[in-house]
């Protein structure tokens, strides 16, 4: 029997090189991986299923692995809006009473980053002949090095991962992962300066929301990131 293929295609601009890629919704498949991810509670395992989507919906021509973070959120975001809807449900707290609740809807579509992606970066190491490449930390990264958004410095692996080349005038230094966890641990924390605000500034993905509590009237102002705020 022939396969019939009834599934759309649409294109996004990724953030960090402006290029049109194509993806299709997911599937009622793949949606039942992603809800028993979720049910996990568990960010490595959610992170995981959020990687294999994006691949799975753009064909493989998207690979997580050489794609900044912030790139995958917001393809994941486009893939979601056009798999299950642009709107999501949340519910807001407030503590004018005990469990005080408000449920409230956000546009995924109105999702922005910042700041704007600036790209890979050389910096020079003070006080030594060396400089290094650097780029922003992959989905994997995250993953393989249990590192978090609010504390990216912490995660030595996650710095190590995100360098590029090590080089100086005269040679590119060919190093393992390995060699580069040494290289950072060997810095001062001046050396290491430049390599920290590099990541701690790294965009994200936001959406402005706002909702007033249905117990008292106070009107509530946030700004989401983070895909665990609009996983599903």
């Known amino acids: 029997m022939k396969q019939l293929i009834i599934q759309p295609v649409y294109t996004v601009k990724l953030p960090s090189t402006k290029k049109t890629v194509t993806f299709r919704p997911f599937t009622v498949k793949e949606e039942k991986a992603l809800l028993l991810a979720l049910q996990e509670n568990n960010v490595e395992t959610v992170a995981a ?105 912490s995660g030595i692996e996650t710095v190590a991962g995100c360098i590029e080349q090590i080089y100086t005038e005269e040679e590119i230094i060919e190093t393992t992962l390995e060699e580069k966890i040494e290289f950072i641990n060997s810095m001062t924390p001046l050396q290491q300066k430049d390599i920290v605000k590099f990541l701690d500034s790294m965009p994200l993905v936001k959406i402005d929301s706002s909702y007033t509590c249905k117990h008292c009237g106070l009107h509530h102002e946030h700004t989401l990131s983070g895909f665990e705020n609009f996983f599903l």
């Open 49 to 153: 299923a959020l990687k294999s989507t994006v691949y799975a919906c753009t064909n493989g021509k998207v690979d997580p692995d050489t794609h900044p973070y912030y790139d995958m959120e917001f393809l994941f975001l486009h893939i979601r809006s056009k798999s299950v809807g642009e709107i999501v449900n949340l519910i807001g707290k407030c503590d004018c009473k005990e469990n005080a609740q408000t449920e409230f809807q956000v546009d995924i579509t109105t999702a922005k980053l910042e700041p704007e992606p600036t790209g890979n970066i050389k910096i020079k190491i003070p006080n030594t002949n060396y400089s290094i490449s650097l780029r922003h930390p992959t989905l994997s990264n995250f993953i393989e090095s249990f590192a978090t958004l609010d504390n990216l410095s």
